[in-house]
């Protein structure tokens, strides 16, 4: 049997999508991400998360 160790590392940039990084931590330690995950949000053209 093997074990992993989830890292999550990143950042919000715009406060008013922290909650999506609160979501993305929580599947991690919730051990709903198996393979990996990347996430970016771009709003109006600007990166937010």
């Known amino acids: 049997m093997v ?3 989830s890292t ?3 950042q ?3 406060p008013r999508f922290a ?3 609160e ?3 929580e599947n991690f ?3 709903l991400e198996s393979a990996g995950a990347s996430f970016a ?5 600007e990166i937010s998360s």
């Open 3 to 5: 074990n992993a160790v």
């Open 8 to 10: 999550v590392g990143g």
């Open 12 to 14: 919000v940039l715009d």
């Open 19 to 21: 909650e999506i990084e």
């Open 23 to 25: 979501v993305f931590r």
């Open 29 to 31: 330690a919730l051990g």
């Open 41 to 45: 949000v771009f709003h109006k053209g």
